[in-house]
């Protein structure tokens, strides 16, 4: 399996980016993707995820603020971020979930995201 991530870049406090990631390879078909990031000096954290059947989840820091999108047929998923904080900046990676009990964790390359004035 291999996690395919884009998007990220500098934006300004109150700005918006979108990130999104494509999985390929051979998939468990009940499985999770969502979106982690590591802040310098910080551990990494969920941002959001959303599973195979179509439940999401949020790191509260951020609901309201971002929407994940979950693309289930073609094993995608997007980060929207909106009104962004310095505190959202981090190194942002895909994430895959899979295998029977969910034993399986696949990464993708992260990605920076600059929040500053």
């Known amino acids: 399996v291999q996690l395919q991530a884009s998007g990220g870049g500098s934006v300004q406090p109150g700005g918006s980016l979108r990130l999104s990631c494509a999985a390929s390879g051979v998939i468990f078909p009940i499985n999770v993707m969502g979106w982690y990031r590591q802040a310098p000096g910080k551990q990494r954290e969920l941002v959001a995820s959303?599973?195979?059947?179509?439940?999401?989840n949020y790191a509260d820091s951020v609901k309201g603020r971002f929407t994940i999108f979950r693309d289930r047929s073609e094993n995608t998923v997007d980060l929207q971020m909106n009104s962004l904080k310095p505190d959202d900046t981090a190194v942002y990676y895909c994430n895959l979930i899979s295998g029977p009990g969910a034993t399986q964790w696949f990464w993708g390359r992260g990605t920076l995201v600059t929040v500053s004035s």
């Open positions: 959303a599973t195979s059947a179509g439940n999401t």
